[in-house]
């Protein structure tokens, strides 16, 4: 058995962490969803800002995503503006989202009735450590839906049609009459 050198270990650590790098730093859990149905977003928080602890997350409610409620945080305060904005706010700097840790932030809904992208913009602001530093997670392409090339893209959330539903067969139609001796 070949033993490995401690640089080919390192070296194969980073070409693990690589593709998450290239990830964008605010994503959604549930990337699709169909039309008209009650949605959790689980908004992923993976860094802070220029390595400062995250202090406040502002969300943009998009069009036709109704009767929002966001889900408490334990250490910070929510606040909502008429159904439009949701943000929630350190109550402490050691409530504060560290640049080294991951967290999320939720909140409920009632999708559209109809298919089609769904952009949640996301303000980040962080501690004074950065010098007061935000990302504007607010970026959405001209047309479609890829982000490439984006900067500071939003989390799309892709609804799609209704599930149809299955009609129910009765059970005395699915199974066969019972067989006697």
């Not at 913009?121 to 504007?136: I, P, R």
Request: hydrophobic share 45%.
């Amino acid at each position: 058995m070949k033993l490995l050198s401690a640089t080919q270990i390192i070296a194969a650590g980073a070409l693990m962490y690589w593709p998450l790098a290239a990830l964008p730093h605010i994503v959604l859990e549930t990337k699709t969803a169909p039309s008209g149905s009650i949605y959790k977003a689980v908004l992923q928080v993976s860094h802070g800002c220029q390595g400062a602890a995250t202090t406040a997350l502002a969300v943009q409610i998009p069009p036709g995503f109704d009767g929002v409620k966001p889900y408490p945080k334990a250490g910070w305060v929510i606040t909502m503006q008429a159904n439009t904005l949701i943000t929630w706010t350190a109550a402490s700097q050691e409530a504060a989202l560290q640049n080294s840790q991951i967290d999320e932030f939720a909140l409920r809904g009632k999708l559209p009735d109809t298919a089609g992208p769904l952009w949640f913009k996301v303000l980040q602001t962080c501690s004074n450590d950065a010098g007061g530093a935000s990302n504007n997670w607010a970026e959405v392409p001209a047309t479609g839906v890829s982000t490439k090339g984006l900067a500071l893209p939003a989390a799309l959330l892709e609804v799609t049609a209704p599930v149809a539903l299955v009609p129910s067969v009765a059970p005395s139609a699915a199974m066969p009459p019972e067989h006697k001796h």
